[in-house]
């Protein structure tokens, strides 16, 4: 290895022949371990989805006023005293969208979902993978995607977390904060020589699988060839992730700076939880690549509300308007309180957490059945975007243009990304 590609981590693992596990010093912070070629913070994405939209008539800011003077509507209160680190975008949409109840599942792909003859559903690359490509290079999981087990109340649609991977095939998420933190935290318990042999073996199987896949690869239909093409895709993945494994191996995970969580965490306090969790991973360098799909029937059980999650999406005037606005301000609420631990997190540089993360807030649905002017707030410092603002796009922009712009901004060279025509100047600082 040249002298010029040791990180700290490594140094203290070749002069002293083991690594030695420091404590957690938030004046060293672990951050710092890998940034081998610079003192500049990192880059960070976070995607926080939620499904079945929000209350149209007091979610979103008059479209008659933009710019950084605007009323902040009732349902972004909550936002307020963080009001010049964030911007509302109106005018998004994702244009194959035809269901009604998936909040999440073409949410950051913007894919067609027949743009394969002959097939019902076909997605494609998330652009937190997108992002994760280049932001999971030095970091022990390229990505981390968080999800709640109330997925079926919750609006969300197919898929098992936010992510889709290149071949447009769901990425799993963690269900729960415990998992969530013992992922993250938790160093394996097995020996280092049975933990390299499990690799070893999952190599060898994965060796005879190949082998035994290229027997048959001749003689093979068109269609036969492209699904196995895929299948040599997914065994090119696993032996990414496999990889990735070794390369950590002997490095241990950072202490987390924070307590376990309880179990049986639910609603509200699981989205708090699980908030304070993405900002643990994000200052421990664990990843620098996040996704939440978030629950919103468990919200409102949560907050003493007896309507079903469905139910209240199609609001009527009463108790299903006030679940509606009451689901708005929390998720607001908790959002603001993310923001809030994101600025407190201090860089070696002096500047924040916040400074250098990307925050995308959203869903594919705005409202009811309505499938247009997806909500969306973006919030950090990281993507370069003007921030304090309220921006309307033109009517029927594809919510694509939107992430193609935030994966710019972080450094990602993407030429499109999904359904995209271009990036969105209008957001641009």
Known sequence: MKPSTLSRRRFLRSTAGSL???????????????QEKSTTP??????????????????????????????????????????????????????????????????????????????????SISADQVAAG?????????????????????????GLSLAWDQRGKPVAGL????????????????????????????????????????????GLSKSDTDKLDEYFQSIR???TRLGKDE?????????????????????????????DLIVAALQTDATRVITY????????????????????SHYTPGERTEASQKRDAA???LLAGLFDKLKAVKEADGSSLFDHSCVAYGSNIRSIHYLDNCPTVLAGGAARLKLGQHIVLPKNTPLANVWLTLLRGIGVPAERHGDSTGVAKELLA
Request: proline share 8%; charged share 20%; with cysteine.
């Open 42 to 123: 990192p880059k960070r994405m976070v995607f926080l989805g939620f499904g079945y939209g929000v209350t149209n008539e007091t979610w979103f800011p008059e479209l008659t006023q933009t710019g950084s003077d605007y009323t902040l509507p009732p349902g972004l209160t909550p936002l307020e005293r963080h009001r010049k680190d964030f911007t509302v975008v109106q005018g998004c949409t994702n244009k194959f969208a035809n269901e009604a109840h998936w909040g999440s599942t073409f949410w950051l792909t913007g894919a067609n979902r027949y743009a394969e003859p002959g097939q019902s559903f076909h997605n």
């Open 331 to 333: 998720q607001s609420e």
């Open 247 to 275: 390369q950590w191996l002997t490095v241990p995970k950072a202490k987390a700076p924070m307590p376990e969580p309880k179990p049986g965490l639910a609603g509200r306090e699981e989205i708090k939880v699980m908030y």
């Open 20 to 34: 030695i596990a420091l404590p957690f010093l938030p004046s060293l912070d672990f951050r710092a371990f890998a």
């Open 134 to 158: 280049l932001l999971g290079n030095d970091t022990r999981y390229a990505s981390i995607q968080l999800n709640t087990p109330d997925v079926q109340n919750s609006g969300h649609g197919p």
């Open 237 to 239: 993945d696993i032996e």
């Open 175 to 218: 269900d729960n904060p415990v998992v969530a933190y013992h992922r993250l935290f938790s160093d394996d318990s097995l020996p280092l020589e049975q933990r390299q042999a499990a690799l070893q073996q999952k190599r060898s199987v994965l060796d005879t699988v190949l082998e035994d896949a290229r027997r048959v690869q001749r």
């Open 293 to 312: 799909r978030q629950p919103v029937q468990t919200l409102l059980a949560s907050l003493g509300s007896k309507v079903a999650s469905h139910d209240m």
